[in-house]
């Protein structure tokens, strides 16, 4: 599989069901009608397969945890990857961009740990 699809697959064992988003470019996990993630595959920066965008506040909130550990954790992430990220100018979300299968087990790691804390 390749990394968008891993990540989806992943990602929708600890967010929920993706739902494609109308522009076709990636799929949104959602909680109740709240917003958590988002997970790119166009209109991404040069080298990615994929990136992930966070609703922070949202995100946060289902994780137990304050939006600023929340923009932390995104910060060191995208430090852990590397990679550059597109971000999109209206919501500004912040992004990990992921090139390679080790991004998203980087990903992954991290928001199981997070969301995990919390049970």
């Known amino acids: 599989m390749g990394v968008f699809s891993d990540a989806q697959e992943q990602l929708s064992e600890l967010l929920g069901a993706a739902q494609p988003l109308d ?9 109740g009608s709240k917003g958590l993630a988002t997970l790119y595959s166009r209109n991404i920066a040069s080298g990615n397969l ?5 609703e922070v506040a949202n995100f946060a909130a289902k994780a137990g945890q304050s939006a ?16 550059l990220v597109s971000i999109d100018p209206q919501h500004k979300w912040p992004r990990v961009g992921l090139s390679k299968k080790e991004h998203v087990d980087i990903v992954i790691s ?5 969301l995990h804390k919390q049970e």
Do not use: D
């Open 23 to 31: 522009s076709r470019n990636g799929v949104r996990f959602r909680s």
């Open 50 to 54: 994929a990136e992930l965008a966070f």
């Open 68 to 83: 600023a550990s929340i923009t932390s954790l995104v910060e060191r992430l995208r430090l852990e990857t590397g990679q």
């Open 110 to 114: 991290a928001i199981s740990s997070i």
